[in-house]
């Protein structure tokens, strides 16, 4: 019988184009989730379903589907949840056309993956690359999200401080917001411990200023 209203109601929302029933419906997965807690069979049966509610266009149906996965994620599932919202992140940067409903998915989707990162320090090799693509997007209030993450998992991860480190360097000369770009230069000079590293951030900095001394021309 739960296995019948899971699969009726995930239908049910896919196929349906009224949002509005969508939320409902939603709501009706909620609380099978909720009722059956220990589960685990089910739950990892829901987090698939709730998966292929995203490719809806309506950001509250998508923002409800994301609240809704957070609660859905366990070892058993996380690395497909984040397989699946690293798609959903890729396909936002090939959209030409970067409506605000876009920029809040995106805002969204940074939220999810850094709670997946945070909560399952497995996924956090995966999840930080991704994140930090979003460092050179246009969407100022994604690219804070993704330095608040960065500036948290280049503490707690000591094995993945190389690879932060050197993507950050590599993302630093097209940041466009001063905010990110100040948090950005924050966390390569305290975290840039080597030799190599150093002389690569003064590089960095230096071939960003150009030529010195600065005057106005």
């Not at 996924?123 to 948290?152: C, G, W, Y």
């Not at 280049?154 to 905010?179: C, D, T």
Request: hydrophobic fraction near 40%; include cysteine.
């Amino acid at each position: 019988k739960q296995w019948y209203q899971r699969r009726v109601r995930g239908d049910l929302i896919v196929h349906e184009s009224d949002n509005n029933v969508k939320l409902v419906v939603l709501d009706k997965l909620v609380k099978l989730q909720s009722d059956h807690r220990n589960d685990l069979s089910l739950q990892q049966e829901l987090s698939m379903d709730v998966l292929r509610i995203l490719g809806s266009t309506d950001i509250e149906v998508r923002r409800k589907t994301l609240e809704f996965l957070m609660n859905l994620i366990s070892l058993r599932n996380v690395k497909d949840v984040v397989s699946l919202l690293k798609k959903e992140v890729v396909r936002t940067y090939n959209e030409t056309d970067k409506e605000q409903n876009t920029k809040t998915y995106q805002e969204l989707l940074v939220k999810a993956l850094h709670q997946c990162g945070v909560r399952f320090p497995i996924t956090a090799e995966i999840v930080v690359p991704v994140l930090m693509d979003f460092l050179s997007e246009s969407n100022e209030k994604a690219a804070e999200s993704v330095l608040e993450f960065v500036r948290e998992a280049v503490a707690r991860f000591e094995n993945l401080q190389p690879s932060i480190i050197e993507k950050l360097l590599s993302s630093l000369p097209g940041i466009k917001s001063l905010s990110v770009l100040h948090a950005g230069l924050w966390i390569l000079g305290e975290y840039c411990v080597t030799e190599q590293q150093i002389l690569a951030f003064m590089e960095m900095v230096n071939e960003s200023i150009g030529p010195l001394p600065i005057v106005d021309t």
